[in-house]
């Protein structure tokens, strides 16, 4: 028997315009994602400065707005001059973060230059971990002061004249884990980010910053943490940050289907976090919110334990993603869609062979991971105005999370094009679901196309020998009649039902 479920939207019932830099990710200084990832002289695809354009067609493919760096943990005992000027004077240096040598041969500007292949702007983190105020003064100036400056001179004698113009900046990584270099507490990191804040500002005030909040939401320190950061930092930042990471280290499928009910909680909560301090400062100013780290992590926890340390580039959380954690990069990017009104940055974590969509061989192919393509579909087609899901579902409880919609669902509505997309997964281990939408504010919706990604075992991977075990199929069986769109959604999967109406 099949569970039916239903999604009323109306155009006018609006959550919120989605920001592009919803479709962020992360590329950190960190196992393979820089070296053998994104760069590689030498290797057969590579171009004359070292980037991979097997990679930077893949990652083109999935039109990334915006893209974090150097880390993540990396950062907070990176020295960002270490990365500038000839490459062969820069230094090797223990990197302590992940235990490994960081030779330095990427850096900023080839980090800029990269992302402008890409088709990407830079999201920069500075290190407050061993750094303070005086070195993000010199960053911002060497990376966006037009000339006439110390630093920004120096920009233009290592090539580059023209500013980098970097408009969003994070202020330090997970400050509040006690595993960073340079952990703080609320109190020393707010006053660290306020002071590197205004100063950035003095520099650049065009820039947009980000302070960090509770790197998970089980931190004991959280909430606390959120509301001390911002008292100092309130008035100097536009985004607080959160992260989140799930697995299934227990083989419990029906729970890791549901955590994505927690990201929205916690999202909930941060932004009502926001809402209390700008209350008790009297504020007119709306924080927003950059959940700039979030993905599936687990499979290799263990694994990487074993790796010997100070090697360049090992490979480090090299996730392998399965039919089943692609479902859940699914549910989660609908929670993002579901807040947009509140989530404007948003970074998958992270972009290549990190726990990534993209996977690579040094030397070898590049293919796309299962997690790849639901992230694609929701940055293709998901721009738009988020739509307000009225959503009845049957429900499930597992020991840890109750009332679990089977039906996870969202749309967006494209005004320029008259697009609607509809991304729909069903959480069911054993059971299709006879989906109904109404549309009762689109009389003639057509359909354009049923994406589906589904397969018969949920364990199933891409690797370099079978790159296309996991990819979508255009056979779903989505009918429009007027207003009203039915399918019939197969068991754990997820779907983009794309329609057309006239504009
Ligand atoms: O993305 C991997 C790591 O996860 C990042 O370095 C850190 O910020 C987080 O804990």
């Known amino acids: 028997m099949a569970h039916s479920a239903k999604m009323i939207v109306d155009k006018d019932f609006v959550i919120g315009k989605v920001d592009d830099r919803l479709y962020g990710s992360f590329i950190e200084h960190l196992g393979r994602a820089v070296y053998g990832g994104i760069y590689e002289p030498g290797h057969p695809a590579a171009d004359e400065r070292g980037f991979r354009k097997d990679v930077l067609k893949l990652v083109r493919d999935l039109r990334v707005p915006i893209v974090r760096y150097p880390g993540g943990n990396f950062v907070s005992g990176y020295?960002?001059?270490?990365?500038?000027?000839?490459?062969?004077?820069?230094?090797?240096r223990l990197?302590?973060?992940?235990?490994?040598?960081?030779?330095?041969?990427?850096?900023?500007n080839e980090f800029a230059e990269w992302s402008k292949a890409a088709g990407s702007?830079?999201?920069?983190?500075?290190?407050?971990?061993?750094?303070?105020?005086?070195?993000?003064?010199?960053?911002?100036?060497?990376?966006?002061?037009?000339?006439?400056?110390?630093?920004s001179d120096l920009r233009a004698s290592h090539g580059y004249r023209e500013p980098h113009n970097i408009k969003t900046w994070c202020l330090g990584n997970e400050m509040d884990g006690p595993w960073q270099i340079g952990h703080k507490t609320?109190?020393?990191y707010g006053r660290a980010a306020l002071e590197s804040a205004k100063v950035m500002k003095w520099v650049d005030p065009s820039i947009e910053l980000v302070a960090c909040g509770s790197s998970a939401l089980g931190m004991s320190t959280f909430a606390e943490w959120e509301a001390t950061v911002l008292d100092h930092t309130y008035d100097h930042v536009?985004?607080?940050?959160?992260?989140?990471?799930?697995?299934?280290?227990t083989n419990d499928t029906p729970t890791f289907l549901a955590r994505s009910l927690q990201m929205d909680d916690f999202i909930r909560s941060v932004?009502?976090?926001?809402?209390?301090?700008?209350?008790?400062?009297?504020?007119?100013?709306?924080?927003?919110?950059?959940?700039?780290?979030?993905?599936?992590?687990?499979?290799?926890h263990e694994s990487d334990k074993k790796i010997e340390p100070w090697q360049i580039a090992p490979p480090q959380l090299e996730d392998i993603y399965t039919m089943e954690d692609a479902l859940v990069v699914g549910c989660m990017l609908i929670s993002l869609l579901k807040n947009a009104d509140r989530v404007k940055i948003a970074c998958l974590a992270q972009l290549v062979n990190v726990i990534a969509p993209i996977m690579t061989e040094n030397g070898g192919a590049a293919w796309a991971?299962?997690?790849?393509?639901?992230?694609?579909?929701?940055?293709?087609?998901?721009?738009?105005n988020a739509l307000v899901p009225l959503v009845q579902s049957p429900k499930y409880d597992t020991t840890e999370i109750t009332d679990v919609p089977y039906l996870e669902s969202v749309a967006v509505y494209n005004e320029e094009t008259g697009?609607?997309?509809?991304?729909?997964?069903?959480?069911?281990?054993?059971?299709?679901?006879?989906?109904?939408?109404?549309?009762?504010?689109?009389?003639?919706?057509?359909?354009?196309?049923?994406?589906?990604?589904?397969n018969v075992d949920l364990k199933a991977v891409n690797t370099a020998a079978t790159p296309g075990r996991v990819a979508p199929h255009a056979q779903g069986n989505a009918k429009s009649d007027g207003s009203r769109v039915t399918a019939r959604l197969a068991k754990t999967s997820w779907n983009v039902i794309r329609l057309r109406t006239p504009v």
């Open 238 to 249: 536009e985004y607080l940050s959160l992260h989140t990471y799930y697995g299934n280290p």
């Open 369 to 384: 991971q299962t997690i790849y393509y639901p992230f694609m579909h929701a940055s293709l087609y998901g721009r738009g």
């Open 271 to 300: 932004a009502a976090i926001c809402d209390y301090v700008k209350a008790k400062k009297r504020s007119k100013k709306r924080m927003y919110l950059s959940f700039d780290e979030w993905n599936v992590w687990f499979h290799t």
């Open 419 to 454: 697009d609607i997309t509809i991304f729909a997964v069903n959480r069911s281990l054993d059971e299709e679901l006879s989906f109904e939408a109404d549309l009762r504010s689109f009389p003639a919706c057509t359909v354009v196309e049923h994406l589906v990604l589904e």
């Open 79 to 92: 020295d960002w001059k270490d990365g500038i000027g000839p490459v062969d004077s820069r230094p090797s």
């Open 95 to 108: 990197e302590l973060a992940w235990r490994t040598v960081e030779p330095n041969r990427f850096g900023l």
């Open 186 to 188: 609320a109190v020393e």
């Open 121 to 151: 702007d830079v999201m920069w983190a500075i290190n407050l971990g061993t750094q303070g105020p005086e070195d993000a003064r010199q960053i911002v100036e060497y990376a966006n002061h037009p000339a006439g400056s110390y630093w």
